[in-house]
């Protein structure tokens, strides 16, 4: 059985049909096309379970070794060395305990990389009028990237695009992930539709449900 990712705990089937149904409700009066896909995580951030174990395995020891080994320095190295290991294991089964330890540039870092490939792995850049746009939420760094091909750049910035996906992240922490998302895609939709109407010879160019990578 294959063992459901935290996107599609976070984002069930009912929040998934609610979230196509807006997009498609917006794609009917503008011929920008939407896309949505969430990941639980952009990167493994291996130095971060390294850097958690350093730290809490080193504090662990020395406070050990001060309580219980007379202050011993090969003890508490030692000991150190064990829960470094152990934590870092431990950050493997359990990533949000490398978090705190990943500096907040590096999380912007990767959803930027990450909603780059998934814009052109997903095809966004190929529609008629280059008005493709990508909501990349990604859960671990409770990051949104919003992302348009240059047809929409023309009429709107990156920067006004990113307001969006600030509402959209402050849904995440407060637990209202589908309805933040629901209210920023409508939003957008108003400013898709006043600059790119939708034309006679529209077509769906983009699928319209959610997709989970």
Sequence with gaps: MTQMTQAEKIMGAT????????????????SGEIAVIFTDRSDDYPEGGLRA????????????SDLLLNSSLWYAAALALILTLLTDWLAHKLPAITRPFISPARL??????????????????KTRDKTGVLFFISLFERRVRVMADKGIYEKITPEELQGYAHGIATGIKNKKTAEALIKEIRAVGLVLAEHFPIKDDDTNELPDEVVIV
Excluded: N, P
């Design 108 to 125: 912007d870092e990767m959803v930027a990389r990450r909603a780059l490939t998934a814009f052109y792995d997903k095809g966004l850049y």
């Design 53 to 64: 174990g350093v730290i809490i395995g080193s504090l662990c020891a020395i406070a050990v």
């Design 15 to 30: 929040e998934r049909a609610e979230i196509s149904a807006a997009v498609k409700d917006v794609e009917s009066r503008t």
